[in-house]
């Protein structure tokens, strides 16, 4: 785990493309995913990197041949009817990379980048119907809030994942496994 720097934005964008044509399919139309182009994506990456501030961090996963294979991007919330301070704006991980532990370790790196920033409680917004937002309850996460946005020409319903109280969930995600108890 480590800060991403200028380099990785290639293949945040290569990771984010995938995930959304992945997760997104029969959720968003086809032809906004079949359209989505890793190279413009690079570019957006490219300038999120140059210009981070205000506490917002990206945070990439490498796999033991030093490939990257998950991202996570955090920072202040940007929903006002939200009660908690930090916000997941995005957490991806590679295919082939799924069902790893490569997503529960970026979550926990956001977790700590959070409490580091005096920020003891994050969300982030999922779509509603997607198929890998147990990960979310799994990995301590509670539903939270509903909403609708518009996406590519499509209302999407959304659902918010919260962590409330960070320490805590940190305290509990270090301890082993016979020792958890619900967050």
Known sequence: MREARAGDATRIAEIHVESWRNTYRGIMPDSFLDGMSAARS???WDNT???LDG???VFVHEDGAARMDGFARIGPGRDAGMPFP???YAIYVDIAARGKGTGTKLLEACAE???AAGWNGMYLWAAAQNPYARFYLKNGGERGAGKTQKMAGTEVALAA???PDLKRHLERAKSPPDERKPT
């Open 42 to 44: 690079r570019m957006g």
């Open 113 to 115: 980048a959070a409490v």
């Open 55 to 57: 506490g917002s961090r």
């Open 161 to 163: 994942f919260c962590w």
């Open 49 to 51: 990197l140059a210009s």
């Open 86 to 88: 930090c916000e997941i």
